[in-house]
Structures are given as structure tokens and as C-alpha cells.
């Protein structure tokens, strides 16, 4: 591809080939996408941390993650749901930021629905008794020590749905980064679907 004779239409491709690879990276471990980063604000101070990606959906827009309600990013979303997901691969050399605000489900329909899709080795995860990010004496892996080494039986799981939280981003705009040796595309597509050419 020209840099010289990029158009709208070309930057549409980009953005239809990056949502297929984010999808690919739900269930694709491999797919570098499978992993983002979610930035929160702190009061003042951004925070942010790695997270898995449970679901993304192209026509609502929206990116989905299972998360500990306890958690500083829940509190965090909670005060403010204004957030920013940040996916990179590498080896292509493309960086995706998407702005976001944020709906936490604890304890409904929708947050029950995503915990029986939960496996049982990630339900552990929420059994711990400890607060994450919690400052401790000494170590402690805040799981159950009898399924340190195996995973919880199905009915015991379930204490830790308690503590599970299905949070959806709802995507505000997107902006698209594919870095090339001689001359960058960054381009930004906003709520309405309108494609914009970004300087970098």
C-alpha cells in the first residue's frame, strides 16, 4: 500500500482487519490482542494494568472483562467510568487505543451469565480472601491452599462468585496506530463511525 494514496477506504480496511484480529484474540491466546491494557484514573494518578479479553462486539462497540469487584479498578470505575483499553502487537507494529466508559455488572443477570462461562481454574481467582492489591506481612497467593495445585470442584467455585464482577466498555472512539519504517498511519474513527486521518 501507497502512504501517498491511503484513503478513507483503506483506512476502513484497516480498522475491519484489526476487529477481526482483536475477535481471533478472545479465545486465541496466542493473539497478542488476547491481553490488553486498562488505564483508570486514581483520583489524579492513572493507574494501569493487564487484562484478558473475554469479549468484543463490533456492532455495539463495546469490550468485555471479568474482574474482582474488590479491586482498586472496579472502586476506580465506580467513581469515575471514563477509561482507555490499550492493545499492541508487536510483531505487526499496530497499536489500537480505544476510549471508553465503562458499566460494571456485579451480582445480576449479566454478571452470573459471564460466571458460568468462567472456567473453574479462573474461579479460584475470586475465592481469596484477601482484597487484591491489598498490603500483606508476608506472602500470601490469596487462593484456597487444598486448590493451589488443582481446581476448585464445581459447587465449592461458587464462593467466589461473591467477589466476581463482568464489566463492559462501551467504546467512545478508536484510534489506530500501524507504525511503518517510512511514514506512519494513524487514523481515528469516533462514535458516529466517522474516519479522520491523525498526525503523528
Not at 502512504?3 to 475477535?23: A, M, P, S, T, V
Request: net charge positive; charged share 25%.
Amino acid at each position: 500500500m501507497s502512504l501517498k494514496k491511503i484513503n478513507i477506504n483503506d483506512l476502513k480496511n484497516i480498522y475491519n482487519r484489526e476487529n477481526d484480529y482483536i475477535i481471533d484474540g478472545i479465545k486465541n491466546s496466542k493473539n497478542p490482542y488476547h491481553f490488553f491494557t486498562l488505564a483508570t484514573l486514581s483520583n489524579i494518578t492513572p493507574q494501569s494494568r493487564t487484562i484478558v479479553l473475554r469479549d468484543y462486539d463490533v456492532n455495539s462497540k463495546t469490550i468485555s472483562f471479568n474482574a474482582d469487584y474488590r479491586s482498586p479498578k472496579i472502586k476506580q470505575l465506580l467513581k469515575n467510568k471514563g477509561c482507555t483499553a490499550l492493545f499492541y502487537d508487536n510483531s505487526r507494529k499496530i497499536q489500537i487505543r480505544f476510549d471508553c466508559l465503562a458499566t460494571i455488572f456485579y451480582n445480576d443477570i449479566k454478571s452470573k451469565k459471564a460466571w458460568d462461562k468462567t472456567q473453574l481454574q479462573s474461579r479460584k481467582c475470586y475465592m481469596g480472601v484477601y482484597n487484591p492489591s491489598i498490603v500483606l506481612d508476608e506472602y500470601n497467593p490469596n487462593i484456597p491452599i487444598k486448590y493451589l495445585k488443582r481446581d476448585p470442584d464445581e459447587n465449592d467455585s461458587h464462593a467466589g462468585y461473591k467477589n466476581f464482577a463482568f464489566v463492559k466498555l462501551q467504546i467512545q472512539s478508536s484510534d489506530i496506530l500501524e507504525l511503518h519504517h517510512d511514514g506512519h498511519i494513524r487514523f481515528k474513527v469516533d462514535s458516529n463511525s466517522k474516519f479522520s486521518f491523525i498526525a503523528i
